[in-house]
């Protein structure tokens, strides 16, 4: 396959392209089957492009020698007849024809078609769809992005210095679209090393002849620690495949060092397709030859980012760049979104080309080495966003950095396989520590590593630390070959019967096995094809390393030994002590009830945990706070055990708020908290108990303590809080597991106190919610006389009940006592008869409020005295106890000495009831003197009545004489 890219011919040179025709004529090969004895072989006409059909045939009867007039037909190999109407768009270059007597004739003799098969641009724009598309539930995006990274530390293999391979992501369409930039600081690639490039399948095997190979002089590289020798790129068919997976145009940027030219070549799909459409040569094209940093060719606004890079070559004495456009709208949203993780699998796929053989230690100083120079950054470039640049070397959290800093020992290991294949191994142990495996999880792609059933709450130490994950991931040549792995070897596997170390000590370690290049893997380098198989073949001998050097020695002995030696230096275990006895648990599932020993402390990482000791858990939704009952270890053991897991009961403090016992995985005691913050914790929590009652009357009419309010005052509507110590509002019990039952609820009652006894005259209950957090609307029906408490009652829930845990719920009462009210009306007292014109009497006053209880009037008031045909007034009205209307004198005309009736209508004036009749007989005034006068010399008499208003005329007696018949006397009575 030739190379292919822009049309431009001006100051190009040409590419290599499949032979076309020859000074305008179709070359046409024909064969002559009419009889048995015509020549078996063919003949090659040369049809002048602008001939037809007429002078075709005449050439044809030319060149075979016979006669035009003969009766024969030209067909094609498909029989059909070539006439006037289809020779145009039949006979093509190149093409096959029979001359024949007849269509339909019998061949007589065998004859050879020649066809080109060339391949379809299909098969170089779409390889990577179909090499990555298997990817194991996996985005593929990474692992073709690590093919062109595998180029670049090709490479860079052989630089002195830095060997720098950037990333650059392209997102910023201020710059153009979105475009996917590789770039390395190598030894580049002649304009010829760049052709053999692009010919899909040429690797580096045979370029031979008249390709003149990027990798000259071929050489396999010596023997380096973990095959880290940068020879992974040697197929020519994972760059192509991932740049055409990645987009749909690769622009190759590359100057050879001590060149002064830079040569640049696009394949792009679209030229494919239009060379397709235009007829033209497909795998052909042209190779830019031009001077560094120019970048005039650049015309497309699309890829203006271009200029920027072309302009960074005047800095560089070597270099290729292979820029990918047209790049896939999903993996432009994965590289964004989800940068972290595979920065982190490109990380992981060439963790020892970055790290070195011994890989990430991040507790070892780095020492100064062959590789600490590689640097793979990647950057990302957004509109209005800061760049985001990593460099891999950064990263810490690749599952090789997990694996190697997570364990306490390695164990080395060579194999050599038939041939010349050797695979370096490594076998590390993650140590069980105290309450955990330190097996690391994929923080990314975390394992299903527990069972489904998995109760939380109940912790049986039997659980794999690997789970069901293999033991070996595989490199070649020091890079990560992701999709294969290796479940183990039979002197590393579990034993059937227990062997020098406990079973579990099997699942805590992982490994790596380093091949050289005598393993095939596929060509886009994602899994091994015969690895595993060569591994396990009864030829292949395993020796351990030991300081550098092999040991011959049994390996499946030497493993055993030192698994057991890990076991017994780097896990750490529980001890159990104080035993109590076996039980069974009939509150877990069947298979987990027992048998389960019982003891009263245990000894963990030195510390002493024993039971009625304070403790705290962590991990656990909430978080518990209690004091420990005893410890759980599942088995039937005796006496004092050593023992991994295990679980400890605890009863939940404070013990007034809950009343509860947790049972949980010893691993998920608190060993950092000190005793003193779980007191303070539980402290904290009796101040979450309900302490007090907060009462607001938001409306007005406020209950004031002890207050004395008049009759059918309303008592306004109560907003009511539950407050703890730390006056947080609060509406039912804290605790985890109360559910409604402890629901606080808030009772009111106003009992009355009578010289009989307490009587509840209202009572209600309000539960949380509604306007106010609890409230009870106004009363207003307080309307005896007495004293009072109004008393608000937390009770819980359905119980009613005002105490909880031996401690009484919050309550508050407030006394106060109900008086008469002002007075709304009135009637008369006794008044004192008779009554007298202009006589002064008074007129007592008994008042009542609007219910009927006796009041007194205490503010002033002017009452209106009414009544027909007399004059009334008085002199004053008193306030108080005893409320009279005083000094009421009537004057009017009383013809009668017995006195006449009158309605005496009193008003007073502000009173709902303002006004009540009043009948009197009102009698004459009484006389004031009475005088008698007659004749000269006779007595005068005189009475004061004005006291009494009656009296008796005494005085000395009157003589009369002679009388002997009726006599008048006349008398005179003055009144003064």
Known sequence: MAAEGAKDPGGLSKGSGRDG???????????????????????????????????????????????????????????????????????????????????????????????????????????????????????????????????????????????????????????????????????????????????????????????????????????????????????????????????????????????????????????????????????????????????????????????????????????????????????????????????????????????????????????????????????????????????????????????????????????????????????????????????????????????????????????????????????????????TSVEDFDWCAPPKKRGLAPIECFNRISGALFTNDKFQVSTNKLTFMDLELKLKDKNTLFTRILNGQEQRMKIDREFALWLKDCHEKHDKQIKFTLFKGIITRPDLPSKKQGPWATFSAIEWDGKIYKAGQLVKTIKTLPLFYGSIVRFFLHGDHDGEVYATGGEVQIAMEPQALYDEIKTVPIAKLDRTVAEKTIRKYVEDEMARLPDRLSVTWPEGDELVPNEVRPAGTPIGALRIEILNKKGEAMQKLPGTSHGGSKKLLVELKVILHTSSGNKEIISHISQHGGKWPYWFKKMENIQKLGNYTLKLQVVLNESNADTYAGRSLPSKAIKFSVKEGKPEKFSFGLLDSPFRVGVPFNIPLEFQDEFGHTTQLLSDIQPVLEASGLSLHYEEITKGPNCVIQGVIAKGPVNSCQGKNFNLKVILPGLKEDSQILKIRLLPGPPHRLKFLGAPNLPVYTVDCSSSGTSILTGSPIQVQNIKKDQTLTARIEIP
């Open 21 to 483: 025709d020859i000074d305008g004529c179709r070359t046409v090969y024909l064969f002559d089957r009419r009889g048995k004895d015509s020549e078996l072989g063919d003949r090659a006409l040369q049809v002048p492009e602008r001939a037809g059909y007429a002078e075709f045939r005449a050439s044809v009867c030319q060149t075979i020698g016979i006669s035009s007039e003969e009766k024969f037909v030209i067909t094609t190999t498909s029989r059909k007849e070539i006439t006037c109407d289809n020779f145009d768009d039949t006979v093509k270059d190149g093409v096959t024809l029979y001359l024949l007597q007849s269509v339909d004739q019998s061949l007589l003799t065998a004859t050879k078609e020649r066809i080109d098969f060339v391949p379809h641009y299909d098969t170089l724009v779409k390889s990577g769809m179909y090499e990555y598309y298997a990817s194991e539930g996996q985005n593929p995006l990474p692992f073709a992005l690590a093919e062109l990274i595998d180029n670049s530390l090709s490479a860079t293999s052989r630089n002195v210095g830095v060997r720098r391979i950037q990333i650059k992501l392209l997102f910023d369409e201020t710059q153009g679209k979105p475009a996917v930039a590789v770039v390395d600081n190598g030894r580049g690639m002649t304009s010829k090393q760049l052709n053999n490039w692009a010919v899909y399948r040429l690797s580096k095997f045979t370029r031979q002849g008249d390709f003149e190979s990027d990798h000259s002089g071929y050489v396999r590289p010596v023997p380096v620690p973990r095959s880290l020798n940068s020879d992974i790129s040697y197929f020519g068919v994972g760059g192509k495949q991932a740049v055409f997976f990645v987009g749909q145009s690769a622009r190759m940027i590359s100057k050879p060092i001590d060149s002064k030219d830079v040569h640049e070549l696009v394949l792009s799909k679209e030229d494919f397709e239009k060379k397709e459409k235009n007829k033209e040569a497909i795998y052909s094209g042209y190779i830019r030859n031009r001077k560094p940093a120019d970048s005039v060719h650049i015309t497309n606004d699309d890829e203006r980012f271009l200029h920027n890079l072309i302009v960074e070559e005047k800095e560089k004495d070597s270099f290729t760049a292979v820029v990918i456009t047209g790049v896939q709208p999903e993996h432009i949203q994965y590289l964004k979104n989800y940068f972290h993780l595979w920065t982190r699998q490109l990380t992981h796929i060439y963790h020892y080309y970055i790290h070195g053989p011994k890989g990430n230690e991040i507790s070892t100083a780095k020492d100064v080495g062959p590789f600490n120079n590689i640097d793979i950054e990647i950057s990302l470039f957004e509109k209005g966003k800061t760049p985001k640049i990593v460099n891999l070397r950064e990263i810490q959290d690749d599952m090789q950095t997990l694996y190697i800093n997570t364990a306490s020992d390695s164990f080395e290991f060579k194999a050599h396989v038939e041939g010349d294949g050797v695979v370096e191994g490594v076998i590390r142990y993650h140590p069980f520590l105290y309450d955990r495996e330190t097996y690391p999880d994929d923080p990314c792609f975390p394992s299903k590593l527990r069972d489904e059933d998995d109760d939380d709450d109940c912790f049986i130490p039997e659980k794999a630390a690997r789970g069901k994950r293999p033991i070996f991931e595989c490199f070649w040549n020091g890079r990560l070959i992701p999709y």
